[in-house]
């Protein structure tokens, strides 16, 4: 079988999935060869991509994620989408992440022929991973899945890589259960683009009709990530497809208003020159590590800053000057 960019181009537009898989796997290596034939795979396919919905959604633990991706991926299926889910899991390399554990619970939207899961690649640092989880949405894009669901599986700044590469940053919680909101980091919550309280149903609507309300007034206090968009405070069952459908209209006014004023276009311009100094910053890490002189001083280097005998930034700067 031919193995050339242009073989795997033709094969992801028409919607291969097994090519499809094969590409992003190109995608996520680190070898030297199998990232420049990603590269030349992602040059033919970038025109073909830009058009999908891209949705990011994080949330506290036990906030309901998979289900909620479920149903609203089931419910958008029924509508005509296709719809993939991705994953920024920084914390895969101790503990294997949970994106397959999520796989397995979204047993309806994976039997799906119009919807698409995969885990994001297991080992690495967080911006690696979210130079692969970028990668691979544009690919699901080229392959005419026209909602990208971005999920954050790891804590920290995972959710500051996410709403750095999706138009609509959504936040799952719940209602009775502490103080979330203070919990979150306030730098997080003035990036997201709406709030939804998840499991509003039996006994815990009050509860949840309650939630809102304070979040609602919680979030007035905050910056807003568009000052054209006020982020609205929802309520929803996940488990019961209730309240999915205004979550999903959320969505749609976020994209019609910014799309009006022109900031999604602005936005989008902004993220892929973020993508472009990551990707220098990514590339000038790997040509470091990778420098003969380097690795030849490192470890003498290394010795002698953890000893105090030199100081991190005279070590730092004899490494450098290594490279001029």
Wanted: charged share 20%.
């Amino acid at each position: 079988m031919p193995t050339d960019a242009a073989h795997y181009a033709q094969a992801v537009l028409a919607g291969n999935r097994r090519l499809i898989s094969k590409t992003i796997t190109l995608v996520e290596s680190s070898l030297p060869a199998h990232k420049q034939q990603a590269r030349e795979i992602l040059d033919q396919l970038l025109p073909h991509t830009g058009s999908a919905i891209r949705l990011g959604i994080t949330g506290v633990p036990g906030a309901g994620k998979s289900t909620f991706i479920e149903s609203l991926g089931m419910m958008l299926i029924e509508q005509g989408h296709r719809v993939a889910v991705l994953a920024v899991d920084p914390s895969s390399k101790r503990s294997g992440g949970s994106v397959l554990a999520d796989k397995t619970r979204m047993e309806k939207l994976a039997a799906r022929q119009e919807a698409f899961i995969r885990p994001s690649p297991s080992g690495g640092t967080l911006g690696g991973v979210a130079l692969k989880t970028r990668e691979a949405a544009l690919v699901c894009e080229a392959a005419a899945f026209d909602v990208i669901f971005i999920e954050t599986v790891g804590v920290g700044q995972s959710e500051t890589a996410v709403a750095s590469m999706v138009d609509f940053f959504l936040v799952l919680m719940l209602a009775g259960a502490g103080d979330e909101l203070q919990g979150m980091k306030k730098g997080i919550l003035e990036l997201v683009d709406g709030l939804v309280i998840n499991k509003a149903d039996g006994d815990n609507i009050a509860k949840a009709q309650h939630a809102q309300h304070d979040y609602a007034t919680a979030m007035h206090f905050l910056r807003p990530a568009s000052p054209t968009w006020t982020p609205p405070v929802l309520t929803c069952s996940a488990l019961q497809s209730k309240g999915i459908a205004e979550v999903w209209q959320m969505v749609l006014d976020h994209r019609t208003k910014l799309e009006k004023t022109g900031e999604l276009e602005e936005k989008r311009r902004n993220q892929s020159l973020d993508w472009l100094w990551m990707l220098i910053e990514d590339g000038l890490k790997e040509k470091f590590s990778g420098h003969a002189a380097v690795k030849k001083l490192l470890p003498r280097i290394t010795r002698d800053v953890a000893q105090g005998r030199t100081s991190p930034s005279a070590a730092a700067s004899e490494l450098l000057n290594l490279l001029a």
